[in-house]
């Protein structure tokens, strides 16, 4: 009994600790890359801001535990500094959460404008389920991006638009983690496909490198990103052309970067 003793006495406050942190994880209160206590009620701000170029909201969602995909929190980064379009980054693991919030919000009728939902891996997975949930409710996603999806479930019929950047290994996409795969879409009257295979398609920049774990970072990839929204902010506009935009600063940023094509690759 005395050799048990130690151990028991180890053993207790590690399974206390155990069970700690798996109820704030699955609650979405822990981001493992150091943010506040509630990353995702302090990052999804949907407050109207006239000091930004185009209404409406992009929200990126990173891969496994919030600490890979830091790209998504770069391109958010970009569209806020230069005053495109609001935008935030999250962890997948939040996306219950995320979408409680933005449900919120959307009775509040705090969004407005195009609602761009886009995320790496993972992520990328979650979002789909995201705009899912908000389909549900009625609530239409103008653009969904996906970079790079493990094991991606069918695009809802509320989304407008899904562009899928991925790159394809022949020799490992058979195993459903740390791949990328196209799209699938649950009704393609609704909902517009485009599946670009890096692995084929001419893009205009270098892609024989790009892992599942870099594509995120590649300034190529990013720039297709940029285009993306830019171009869904623009069809919104125009099918909206009551927003008055006069009081709004002129577009700062022009990116050239390969065109997002409707041809799926081979």
């Known amino acids: 009994m005395k050799k048990n003793g130690p151990k028991n006495h180890i053993a207790g406050p590690i399974a206390v600790a155990c069970v700690c942190f798996t109820l704030l994880f699955s ?11 509630d990353p995702v009620q302090s990052a999804v701000v949907t407050v109207n801001r006239a000091d930004f170029q185009y ?11 919030g600490v890979f995909s830091l790209g998504i929190d770069g391109l958010a980064n970009h569209l806020n500094r230069h005053h495109i379009i609001q935008a935030a980054a999250i962890a ?5 959460q995320f979408q409680r919030i933005l449900l919120r919000d959307y009775r509040k009728h705090l969004m407005h404008g195009p609602l761009i939902l886009f995320g790496h891996s993972w992520g990328a997975d979650d979002q789909i389920r995201v705009a899912r949930a908000l ?7 103008q653009l969904l991006l996906l970079i790079d999806p493990v094991t991606p479930p069918r695009v809802p019929a509320n989304v407008e638009r ?3 950047i991925y790159k394809s290994h022949p020799d ?3 195993l459903p983690i740390w791949r990328g795969v196209p799209a699938k879409v649950k009704d ?5 496909l485009t599946d670009i295979n890096l692995r084929y398609a001419a893009v205009g920049f270098p892609t024989k490198k790009l892992t599942h774990a870099t594509i995120i970072d590649s300034p190529g990839v990013q720039k297709m990103m940029l285009h993306a929204i830019l171009n869904a902010c623009r069809r919104w506009l125009v099918r909206h052309p009551q ?7 002129k577009e700062r940023l022009l990116y050239k970067t390969a065109k997002v094509s409707d041809n799926q690759s081979p």
């Open 27 to 37: 609650t979405g209160c822990v981001d493992l890359t150091g943010r506040p206590a």
């Open 55 to 65: 209404e409406g909201h992009a929200f990126g969602m990173r891969g496994f535990l």
């Open 92 to 96: 997948d693991h939040s996306k219950g």
């Open 135 to 141: 389909g549900r409710h009625g609530i239409k996603v």
């Open 162 to 164: 899904c562009i899928d």
């Open 172 to 174: 490992t996409d058979w």
């Open 188 to 192: 393609p009257y609704r909902t517009r």
């Open 243 to 249: 927003i008055n935009m006069a009081s709004r600063p």
